[in-house]
């Protein structure tokens, strides 16, 4: 009996090494997981950066509505903060193919200073990255925002954008997208006295149902 036992203990040891090797490559494997398979909304979304083109004829594109203050503040808001335009810089989506033919869309990405954090941790004087998307119009509202020096209040929409610029292969890491669907930008001159005063996640709330900031189809 001891005689068969020593004769399989070298195969119990093998098995033991193998299952502990399977184990370490699975717990590899799970943690290099695409982070967009992933529950919640802890993903990127990875755009590759073209020039852009003045007059360029750009498919519209929009990231969604909240509809109501319970949405627009929940799981997809991670930050909240006034601030201003440091720089703003329009680029273009490389083309895709769709059931409708081939796309390009434009967005702008945005480099931004906190002047005053409202939620999620940012910290003052802190630079931060947005995108937005752009029609390409200088007429837009999205052309209005976009000056430098421009304050109001940034609600970005997770989740965080990774832009690559294709000709230099420059990396740049957003927070996430804004734009004038939800006033997730809210740079209105009648608004700002009183976005400046703001403080916490329910004022700000309280704020944009209070002025209908928020897209409301049945009002």
């Not at 040891?13 to 717990?27: E, K, N, P």
């Not at 750009?58 to 335009?85: D, R, V």
């Not at 421009?150 to 997770?158: A, L, Y």
Request: charged share 25%; aromatic share 14%; with cysteine.
């Amino acid at each position: 009996m001891i005689r068969k036992f020593r004769k399989i203990v070298p195969y119990i040891a093998i098995l033991c090494a193998i299952a502990c090797i399977g184990g370490v490559v699975a717990m590899l494997v799970h943690q290099a997981e695409p982070a967009t398979k992933k529950p919640g909304y802890q993903y990127r979304v990875m755009l590759d950066a073209f020039p852009f083109e003045e007059g360029g004829s750009y498919s519209e594109y929009h990231y969604g509505n909240a509809n109501t203050p319970e949405l627009l503040f929940g799981e997809q808001c991670e930050y909240i903060f006034y601030g201003k335009i440091l720089e703003a810089r329009p680029f273009s989506t490389n083309t895709a193919d769709d059931s409708t033919g081939a796309r390009v869309y434009a967005y702008a990405l945005l480099k931004a200073e906190v002047l005053k954090g409202i939620h999620g941790g940012l910290d003052k004087g802190q630079k931060v990255y947005l995108v937005m998307p752009y029609s390409g119009d200088d007429d837009s509202y999205e052309a209005e925002m976009m000056p430098e020096g421009t304050e109001g209040m940034f609600i970005p929409r997770m989740p965080t954008v990774e832009v690559t610029f294709v000709d230099s292969q420059k990396k740049v890491d957003a927070i996430g997208m804004i734009g004038e669907i939800d006033h997730r930008f809210c740079y209105g001159e009648e608004y700002l006295p009183e976005l400046r005063e703001l403080n916490g996640l329910e004022e700000v709330r309280d704020f944009w149902g209070k002025n209908r900031l928020y897209y409301d189809p049945y009002v």
